[in-house]
Protein backbone atom coordinates (compact mmCIF):
# COMPACT_ATOMS: atom_id res chain seq x y z
CA UNK A 1 0.00 0.00 0.00
CA UNK A 2 3.20 2.50 0.52
CA UNK A 3 5.27 1.13 -1.92
CA UNK A 4 3.10 0.60 -4.67
CA UNK A 5 1.69 4.13 -5.42
CA UNK A 6 5.41 6.00 -4.67
CA UNK A 7 6.35 3.85 -7.55
CA UNK A 8 3.61 3.88 -10.10
CA UNK A 9 2.87 7.76 -9.40
CA UNK A 10 4.53 8.95 -12.38
CA UNK A 11 3.50 5.99 -14.72
CA UNK A 12 -0.50 6.47 -13.71
CA UNK A 13 0.33 10.43 -14.40
CA UNK A 14 1.87 9.77 -17.92
CA UNK A 15 -0.76 6.70 -18.73
CA UNK A 16 -3.67 8.61 -18.00
CA UNK A 17 -2.99 12.03 -18.75
CA UNK A 18 -3.21 13.48 -15.55
CA UNK A 19 -1.85 16.51 -13.34
CA UNK A 20 0.08 16.09 -10.05
CA UNK A 21 -3.35 17.17 -8.20
CA UNK A 22 -4.99 13.99 -9.73
CA UNK A 23 -2.68 11.72 -8.94
CA UNK A 24 -2.15 13.38 -5.14
CA UNK A 25 -5.93 12.85 -4.98
CA UNK A 26 -5.06 9.09 -5.32
CA UNK A 27 -3.40 9.12 -1.33
CA UNK A 28 -6.44 10.89 -0.52
CA UNK A 29 -8.75 7.87 -1.66
CA UNK A 30 -6.38 5.18 0.43
CA UNK A 31 -6.57 7.22 3.84
CA UNK A 32 -10.65 7.90 3.16
CA UNK A 33 -10.32 4.25 2.87
CA UNK A 34 -9.12 3.37 5.86
CA UNK A 35 -10.78 6.14 7.79
CA UNK A 36 -13.80 4.47 7.38
CA UNK A 37 -12.61 0.84 8.01
CA UNK A 38 -10.53 1.88 11.16
CA UNK A 39 -13.61 1.82 13.63
CA UNK A 40 -15.29 -0.59 12.30
CA UNK A 41 -12.66 -2.90 12.26
CA UNK A 42 -12.31 -1.97 16.44
CA UNK A 43 -16.08 -2.54 17.15
CA UNK A 44 -16.16 -5.92 14.40
CA UNK A 45 -12.85 -7.70 16.68
CA UNK A 46 -15.58 -7.26 19.37
CA UNK A 47 -17.52 -9.33 18.37
CA UNK A 48 -16.06 -11.75 15.60
CA UNK A 49 -12.76 -13.90 15.81
CA UNK A 50 -10.00 -11.23 14.57
CA UNK A 51 -8.30 -13.68 12.24
CA UNK A 52 -11.65 -13.54 10.19
CA UNK A 53 -11.36 -9.61 9.77
CA UNK A 54 -7.46 -10.34 8.80
CA UNK A 55 -8.25 -12.70 6.51
CA UNK A 56 -10.92 -10.69 5.11
CA UNK A 57 -9.00 -7.52 4.33
CA UNK A 58 -6.17 -9.64 3.21
CA UNK A 59 -7.99 -11.46 0.86
CA UNK A 60 -9.92 -8.29 -0.69
CA UNK A 61 -6.37 -6.37 -1.04
CA UNK A 62 -4.70 -8.81 -3.02
CA UNK A 63 -7.86 -8.97 -5.57
CA UNK A 64 -7.42 -5.20 -5.53
CA UNK A 65 -4.09 -5.41 -6.75
CA UNK A 66 -5.39 -7.59 -9.89
CA UNK A 67 -7.95 -5.12 -10.61
CA UNK A 68 -5.78 -1.55 -10.44
CA UNK A 69 -3.56 -3.87 -13.05
CA UNK A 70 -6.60 -3.53 -15.78
CA UNK A 71 -7.42 -0.30 -14.93
CA UNK A 72 -8.21 2.19 -17.84
CA UNK A 73 -8.77 5.63 -16.38
CA UNK A 74 -7.54 7.42 -13.34
CA UNK A 75 -11.49 6.56 -12.31
CA UNK A 76 -10.24 3.33 -11.69
CA UNK A 77 -7.15 3.66 -9.53
CA UNK A 78 -9.33 6.16 -7.22
CA UNK A 79 -11.63 3.08 -6.88
CA UNK A 80 -8.93 0.90 -5.75
CA UNK A 81 -6.98 3.33 -3.90
CA UNK A 82 -10.60 3.18 -1.71
CA UNK A 83 -10.60 -0.11 -1.68
CA UNK A 84 -6.95 -0.84 -0.43
CA UNK A 85 -7.40 1.58 1.92
CA UNK A 86 -10.47 -0.07 3.48
CA UNK A 87 -9.64 -3.14 3.70
CA UNK A 88 -5.78 -2.74 4.67
CA UNK A 89 -7.70 -1.65 8.21
CA UNK A 90 -9.18 -4.80 8.44
CA UNK A 91 -5.86 -5.92 9.21
CA UNK A 92 -3.94 -3.16 10.90
CA UNK A 93 -5.99 -2.95 14.07
CA UNK A 94 -7.11 -6.83 14.90
CA UNK A 95 -3.43 -7.45 14.58
CA UNK A 96 -2.48 -4.18 16.85
CA UNK A 97 -5.15 -5.07 19.14
CA UNK A 98 -3.64 -9.17 19.15
CA UNK A 99 0.47 -7.75 19.77
CA UNK A 100 -0.62 -5.68 22.71
CA UNK A 101 -2.44 -8.62 24.75
CA UNK A 102 0.23 -10.95 23.85
CA UNK A 103 2.35 -8.71 25.18
CA UNK A 104 1.31 -6.40 27.92
CA UNK A 105 4.85 -4.82 29.36
CA UNK A 106 6.46 -4.44 25.88
CA UNK A 107 3.49 -2.63 24.21
CA UNK A 108 6.02 -0.58 22.50
CA UNK A 109 8.79 -2.83 21.35
CA UNK A 110 5.77 -5.56 20.14
CA UNK A 111 4.16 -2.53 18.45
CA UNK A 112 6.92 -1.84 16.24
CA UNK A 113 7.77 -5.07 15.47
CA UNK A 114 4.42 -5.51 13.88
CA UNK A 115 4.93 -1.33 12.28
CA UNK A 116 8.65 -2.14 11.20
CA UNK A 117 7.32 -4.98 8.98
CA UNK A 118 3.53 -3.10 8.06
CA UNK A 119 5.96 -0.18 7.22
CA UNK A 120 9.24 -1.60 6.48
CA UNK A 121 7.95 -3.70 3.97
CA UNK A 122 7.97 -0.84 1.30
CA UNK A 123 11.36 -0.17 1.68
CA UNK A 124 12.33 -3.62 0.19
CA UNK A 125 9.09 -3.63 -2.15
CA UNK A 126 9.67 -0.12 -3.77
CA UNK A 127 13.20 -0.98 -5.75
CA UNK A 128 10.99 -4.28 -6.49
CA UNK A 129 8.18 -2.97 -7.90
CA UNK A 130 10.34 -0.70 -10.26
CA UNK A 131 12.44 -3.44 -11.49
CA UNK A 132 9.37 -4.94 -12.53
CA UNK A 133 8.00 -2.07 -13.75
CA UNK A 134 10.63 -1.26 -16.26
CA UNK A 135 11.47 -4.57 -17.40
CA UNK A 136 8.09 -6.57 -17.34
CA UNK A 137 5.63 -3.66 -17.77
CA UNK A 138 2.52 -2.06 -15.49
CA UNK A 139 -0.14 -5.14 -15.83
CA UNK A 140 3.04 -7.54 -14.73
CA UNK A 141 4.12 -5.47 -11.69
CA UNK A 142 0.71 -5.39 -10.15
CA UNK A 143 -0.41 -9.21 -10.59
CA UNK A 144 3.26 -9.95 -8.97
CA UNK A 145 1.92 -7.77 -5.98
CA UNK A 146 -1.68 -9.83 -6.11
CA UNK A 147 0.27 -13.16 -5.82
CA UNK A 148 2.58 -12.04 -2.99
CA UNK A 149 0.05 -10.68 -0.95
CA UNK A 150 -2.30 -13.90 -1.14
CA UNK A 151 0.74 -16.18 -0.46
CA UNK A 152 2.78 -14.27 2.27
CA UNK A 153 -0.75 -12.45 3.99
CA UNK A 154 -4.14 -14.30 3.34
CA UNK A 155 -2.71 -17.79 3.67
CA UNK A 156 -1.78 -16.99 6.80
CA UNK A 157 -4.51 -15.29 8.46
CA UNK A 158 -6.27 -18.16 9.28
CA UNK A 159 -3.89 -19.04 11.82
CA UNK A 160 -4.16 -16.50 14.12
CA UNK A 161 -5.14 -16.72 17.51
CA UNK A 162 -5.63 -14.39 20.16
CA UNK A 163 -5.40 -16.48 23.74
CA UNK A 164 -8.06 -15.62 26.63
CA UNK A 165 -10.52 -13.88 23.98
CA UNK A 166 -13.75 -14.89 25.83
CA UNK A 167 -12.37 -13.73 28.28
CA UNK A 168 -11.01 -10.36 27.09
CA UNK A 169 -14.41 -9.64 25.48
CA UNK A 170 -16.13 -10.19 28.61
CA UNK A 171 -13.89 -7.32 29.64
CA UNK A 172 -14.24 -4.84 27.27
CA UNK A 173 -17.89 -4.89 27.21
CA UNK A 174 -17.58 -4.10 31.59
CA UNK A 175 -15.08 -1.15 30.96
CA UNK A 176 -15.80 0.53 27.23
CA UNK A 177 -15.43 3.91 27.39
CA UNK A 178 -18.78 5.91 26.15
CA UNK A 179 -17.84 8.01 22.48
CA UNK A 180 -19.49 11.02 24.47
CA UNK A 181 -16.99 11.00 26.82
CA UNK A 182 -14.38 10.50 24.00
CA UNK A 183 -14.66 13.01 22.43
CA UNK A 184 -15.14 15.70 24.97
CA UNK A 185 -11.73 14.92 26.15
CA UNK A 186 -8.75 17.43 25.52
CA UNK A 187 -6.38 14.47 24.94
CA UNK A 188 -8.01 12.62 22.59
CA UNK A 189 -8.40 16.18 20.07
CA UNK A 190 -4.78 16.95 20.63
CA UNK A 191 -3.68 13.59 19.42
CA UNK A 192 -6.37 14.06 16.08
CA UNK A 193 -4.63 16.84 15.40
CA UNK A 194 -1.15 15.39 15.48
CA UNK A 195 -2.76 12.80 13.09
CA UNK A 196 -4.07 14.84 10.66
CA UNK A 197 -0.82 17.05 10.47
CA UNK A 198 2.14 14.88 11.03
CA UNK A 199 -0.10 12.28 8.98
CA UNK A 200 -0.50 14.73 6.17
CA UNK A 201 3.15 15.94 6.11
CA UNK A 202 4.71 12.47 6.04
CA UNK A 203 2.16 10.48 3.76
CA UNK A 204 3.10 13.28 1.35
CA UNK A 205 6.63 12.15 0.62
CA UNK A 206 5.57 8.73 -0.49
CA UNK A 207 3.95 10.80 -3.53
CA UNK A 208 6.27 13.65 -4.13
CA UNK A 209 8.95 11.23 -4.25
CA UNK A 210 8.72 10.51 -7.85
CA UNK A 211 7.49 14.29 -8.85
CA UNK A 212 10.67 16.21 -6.91
CA UNK A 213 12.69 14.06 -8.27
CA UNK A 214 11.80 14.31 -11.81
CA UNK A 215 11.70 18.04 -11.32
CA UNK A 216 15.48 17.98 -10.05
CA UNK A 217 16.49 15.75 -13.26
CA UNK A 218 16.74 12.29 -11.94
CA UNK A 219 15.32 9.21 -13.60
CA UNK A 220 13.41 6.53 -12.37
CA UNK A 221 16.22 4.39 -11.00
CA UNK A 222 17.72 7.56 -9.34
CA UNK A 223 14.70 8.88 -7.62
CA UNK A 224 13.58 5.81 -6.24
CA UNK A 225 16.43 6.17 -3.29
CA UNK A 226 14.32 9.30 -1.89
CA UNK A 227 11.73 6.65 -1.55
CA UNK A 228 13.77 3.81 -0.02
CA UNK A 229 15.51 6.18 2.46
CA UNK A 230 12.17 7.06 3.76
CA UNK A 231 10.53 3.61 4.16
CA UNK A 232 13.97 2.11 5.56
CA UNK A 233 13.86 4.78 8.04
CA UNK A 234 10.05 4.33 8.50
CA UNK A 235 9.77 0.59 9.08
CA UNK A 236 13.25 0.84 11.45
CA UNK A 237 12.15 4.15 13.60
CA UNK A 238 8.90 1.83 14.48
CA UNK A 239 11.19 -0.66 15.93
CA UNK A 240 13.89 1.78 17.78
CA UNK A 241 11.11 4.30 18.78
CA UNK A 242 9.02 1.35 20.26
CA UNK A 243 11.48 -0.09 22.20
CA UNK A 244 12.34 3.58 23.44
CA UNK A 245 8.54 4.13 24.28
CA UNK A 246 8.11 1.43 26.72
CA UNK A 247 11.15 3.46 28.95
CA UNK A 248 10.49 6.72 28.25
CA UNK A 249 8.15 9.26 27.53
CA UNK A 250 5.96 9.04 24.50
CA UNK A 251 5.13 12.35 24.09
CA UNK A 252 8.77 13.49 24.21
CA UNK A 253 9.52 10.96 21.67
CA UNK A 254 7.39 12.14 19.12
CA UNK A 255 7.99 16.04 20.01
CA UNK A 256 11.76 15.12 19.21
CA UNK A 257 10.76 13.35 16.15
CA UNK A 258 8.52 15.88 14.55
CA UNK A 259 10.70 18.28 15.51
CA UNK A 260 13.85 16.60 13.32
CA UNK A 261 11.05 16.44 10.35
CA UNK A 262 9.73 19.84 10.22
CA UNK A 263 13.93 20.93 10.04
CA UNK A 264 14.24 18.05 7.03
CA UNK A 265 10.94 19.58 5.28
CA UNK A 266 12.38 23.21 5.69
CA UNK A 267 16.13 22.39 4.11
CA UNK A 268 15.48 19.14 1.68
CA UNK A 269 14.25 22.21 -1.40
CA UNK A 270 16.96 24.19 -0.62
CA UNK A 271 19.36 20.75 -2.26
CA UNK A 272 19.82 19.00 -5.57
CA UNK A 273 22.04 16.17 -4.51
CA UNK A 274 20.25 12.85 -4.28
CA UNK A 275 22.34 11.78 -1.52
CA UNK A 276 21.70 14.66 0.61
CA UNK A 277 18.38 14.90 0.37
CA UNK A 278 17.45 11.09 0.76
CA UNK A 279 19.19 11.58 3.62
CA UNK A 280 16.69 14.18 4.62
CA UNK A 281 14.19 11.97 3.75
CA UNK A 282 15.20 9.86 6.69
CA UNK A 283 14.02 11.63 8.87
CA UNK A 284 10.95 12.46 7.70
CA UNK A 285 10.48 8.68 7.25
CA UNK A 286 11.39 8.00 10.87
CA UNK A 287 8.56 10.28 12.11
CA UNK A 288 5.93 8.86 9.96
CA UNK A 289 6.89 5.64 11.47
CA UNK A 290 6.86 6.84 15.09
CA UNK A 291 3.54 7.93 14.74
CA UNK A 292 2.06 5.06 13.86
CA UNK A 293 4.21 2.94 16.80
CA UNK A 294 4.31 5.32 19.63
CA UNK A 295 0.46 6.64 18.70
CA UNK A 296 -0.78 2.93 19.65
CA UNK A 297 0.86 2.27 23.11
CA UNK A 298 0.28 5.94 23.64
CA UNK A 299 -3.41 5.21 23.26
CA UNK A 300 -3.84 2.07 24.97
CA UNK A 301 -1.46 3.95 28.21
CA UNK A 302 -4.42 7.11 27.98
CA UNK A 303 -7.63 5.91 27.18
CA UNK A 304 -6.77 1.50 28.34
CA UNK A 305 -6.45 -1.46 26.41
CA UNK A 306 -10.49 -2.10 26.36
CA UNK A 307 -11.04 1.25 24.64
CA UNK A 308 -7.83 0.76 21.87
CA UNK A 309 -9.70 -0.37 18.92
CA UNK A 310 -12.14 2.03 19.27
CA UNK A 311 -10.22 5.18 20.10
CA UNK A 312 -7.64 4.40 17.67
CA UNK A 313 -10.03 3.85 15.06
CA UNK A 314 -11.49 7.78 15.97
CA UNK A 315 -8.50 9.50 16.18
CA UNK A 316 -7.26 7.61 12.73
CA UNK A 317 -10.19 9.28 10.94
CA UNK A 318 -8.01 12.44 11.50
CA UNK A 319 -5.11 10.62 9.17
CA UNK A 320 -8.26 9.33 6.78
CA UNK A 321 -10.04 12.06 6.28
CA UNK A 322 -7.96 15.06 6.23
CA UNK A 323 -4.44 13.80 6.01
CA UNK A 324 -5.04 12.96 2.41
CA UNK A 325 -6.63 16.53 1.77
CA UNK A 326 -3.97 18.74 3.59
CA UNK A 327 -0.95 16.85 2.25
CA UNK A 328 -1.29 14.92 -1.41
CA UNK A 329 -3.88 16.45 -2.51
CA UNK A 330 -3.22 20.06 -1.26
CA UNK A 331 0.26 19.59 -2.39
CA UNK A 332 -0.90 18.24 -5.80
CA UNK A 333 -3.17 21.71 -6.25
CA UNK A 334 -0.37 24.39 -5.18
CA UNK A 335 2.27 22.51 -7.66
CA UNK A 336 0.38 22.92 -10.26
CA UNK A 337 -0.50 26.76 -9.43
CA UNK A 338 2.75 27.59 -8.81
CA UNK A 339 5.00 25.80 -11.30
CA UNK A 340 5.99 22.77 -9.29
CA UNK A 341 7.47 25.16 -6.72
CA UNK A 342 8.30 22.17 -3.60
CA UNK A 343 9.66 25.01 -1.57
CA UNK A 344 6.45 26.27 -0.69
CA UNK A 345 4.93 22.73 -0.49
CA UNK A 346 7.84 21.52 1.81
CA UNK A 347 7.64 24.92 3.95
CA UNK A 348 4.10 23.88 5.06
CA UNK A 349 4.88 20.82 5.44
CA UNK A 350 7.71 21.82 8.37
CA UNK A 351 4.90 23.78 9.97
CA UNK A 352 2.63 20.60 10.49
CA UNK A 353 5.44 18.75 12.17
CA UNK A 354 6.06 21.84 14.14
CA UNK A 355 2.59 22.72 15.34
CA UNK A 356 1.88 18.46 16.24
CA UNK A 357 5.49 18.50 18.64
CA UNK A 358 3.73 21.10 20.37
CA UNK A 359 0.13 19.48 20.11
CA UNK A 360 1.30 16.02 20.64
CA UNK A 361 2.77 17.50 24.87
CA UNK A 362 -0.99 17.67 25.59
CA UNK A 363 -2.10 14.71 25.52
CA UNK A 364 -1.90 12.91 29.16
CA UNK A 365 -3.67 10.54 31.27
CA UNK A 366 -5.24 12.86 33.33
CA UNK A 367 -7.53 14.34 31.15
CA UNK A 368 -9.52 11.13 31.12
CA UNK A 369 -9.98 11.44 34.91
CA UNK A 370 -11.23 15.13 34.73
CA UNK A 371 -13.90 13.68 32.32
CA UNK A 372 -15.40 11.05 34.26
Avoid at 57 to 76: D, K, N, P, Q, W
Avoid at 236 to 265: E, H, N, P, W
Avoid at 326 to 335: E, N
Wanted: glycine share 10%.
Amino acid sequence: MFGFPGVMASEWQALFHVNKAQIGRLMFFILAGTGFSMILAGKLQEKIPSRFIIFTGSLVCSLAMIFVGRATTIEHIYIWAFSEGFFCGFVYIPCLTIFQRLFPEKKGLITGVLNLTFGGSSAVMSPIFTYFLVSKGYVFTSNFAAVISIFLGTSFALFIKIPGYKKDQGKQQLSTLPLKKTIRMSSFWFLWCVWALSGAAGISLIVLASSFGISLGYGITQYVYILTCFNVLNGIGRLVCGRLSDTYSKQKILMTVFLMASGAYFLMPWFTHLYIISFLACFIGLAFGALFTVSAPLVTEVFGLENFGRVFGMVFTAYGFFAGFLGPWASGIILDLTDSNFKIVFSLFAIFYLISSVLILGVKRKNIADSR
